[in-house]
């Protein structure tokens, strides 16, 4: 069991590191530094030429990848940012806690709605209710974010005035300051989110219904809603889980586009805006971090199976 | 299954069962006929635009949909309808030679795997759940801000990203397969890897593999008109729905025709692909909600 986790683990922390060496081999190869994207793409001489030196690109490439890697390893420094530069660190930490409020809050009332859903659909399969909520699913996964997100500003901010169109909080302002700004995005964020888990639990359920062990519940006559919600749902939620983390890993993209859209102050907004400054440092601490959360989310899985799964857990290492 | 099985290849009958079984559902006709519709509007929108979609009228900017300009006039005065007609073309051209491409190199790479086995097979698996850790969107934006917007670069790296997910589940679908005693009797008469990967592998795994490419196409097309969206994809003035989105959001208070048109196009377009490929693996007795996105 413990050896098993450590196997994760390694795993884990070796994936994170082929994450940054290619992304950094990647903005190495393509053309074009922060200096060009800053002076312009034709720039050329000793204006070009002190920028480079004033922020090290002079330096080579391994060196450069040796010291930044340093840095996060020994202090948890992500570097300075070339175009503006400031300590990555606080850059990226306000706007990650605007992120992760959004994306928790989002989870938070999305995956118990969907883990609802989900069931009432399965266990009212091929009936009204069923094709009513598996219908509304893929027509919430299947838009674009950004169609979603257009639409409901339409409706909602638009039209009705409930809430605001466009975030104008500062990035590093209080929560709380957050609150009617925040709600759109987090519905947007919410259905497409419970849309994927809902389909998922959806068809694990309707597997592990027409199970043995659920009939012979059936037939010993243990409560119709003791079986659902003690027997047949943790079954069915083993499959789910390791594609719920992937789903959610993979959302990590659909926030970037929800985050444009609501001008909304997270890491997604600034990765856009590193990738137009080519901003070495701060895309490699972004992907750092983006590709952090994909693995913690997965780990989270891995062990959340092992809970409930103990075969799992005498399984080879 | 039986160990002579060696034609599950090509047999008539069963293409006629999955259509005969897609017959029977009306959401499957429906979303068939509207990814139909779509295919052919893109195929002959030059022909039948009523205005040149990218003329600007100074004297007809933001007019509602009327007889003349039957989606309205954007903030340029061009006429949405035209521009909505032609919006699509770039991104199916993209997006189909980008799904090509991806279950090619993804199917194949997938089931030479699942084949092969051993410790090849473990370190690239291992490679490929690396890969897939990486936040995507970064990747593409990255490339695309430096190389450049052209088609080709975008067909060549959403091929190739959304290739690396199609490995795991030709893969999977492969390795159901490898032990059965067909494929034992295929290496056994000494049939070559790639024979039996053509011959014996291919026709079995084509059925997960066809819903796959299905579903990717969708994804990609989402992907495309995010990028698009983004200012990423393509370069005005060629029209594009994703682009028309966000060059009109702006104005949807005094002008939603010029927004929600457009919107309309794309996610119908997306809704059919999806509700098509989900009738089609219903049809083949294959369940399209466990496939991780």
Redesign the interface.
Known sequence: MLKLILNRLV?AV???V??CT??FA??EA???DVCTAFLGRNAQGVRLENCRSQRELDKPAIERFATWSYGVVSEGDLGRSLKRNKSINIMVGSRMRNTLLLATTAALIGIPLAILLGVLAALRRDRRTDVGISTGA??A???????TA??L??IFA?QLHWFPAVTTVRHNAPLLDFLPNIVLPVITLTLVMSA?IL??V???MIDVMASDFVQMAQLKGVPHWRIVFRHALPNAML?AI??IA??I??L??GV??IE??FNYPGIGTL??SA??D?DLPL?QA??LV??AI??GV?LLADLASLVLNPRLRTARG | MTSDTHTPVARPSRARQVWRSMRRSRAAMVSLSILLLHLLLAVFAPWLTPWDWTAQDGYNMLQGPSAQHWFGTDNMGRDIFSRTLMGGREALKVTLLGTLLAMGWGSLTGISLGLLGGRLDEWLMRAVDALLAIPWLLFLLLIISTVGQQSWVLILTLGFFYGIAVIRVARGATLDFVARDFVMAARVRGESNWTIVRQELLPNVLDTLLVEGGMRWAWMLLAFSSLSFLGFGVVPPTPDWGLMIADTRGIISIAPWATLFPALALSSLIISINLSADAFGKAMGLDRAKAPV
């Open positions: 795993l070796l994936t994170l082929a994450v290619l992304v990647v903005t393509l053309p074009g893929i027509f996964m299947t838009l674009p974010e950004f169609v257009t639409l500003i339409y638009i994927h389909r998922m959806r068809s694990a499959p390791n594609i992937l789903t890993a993979w990590l993209g970037v586009i444009q859209v990765m856009i990738i137009y080519r895309v972004i992907a983006l590709a994909y693995v997965n």
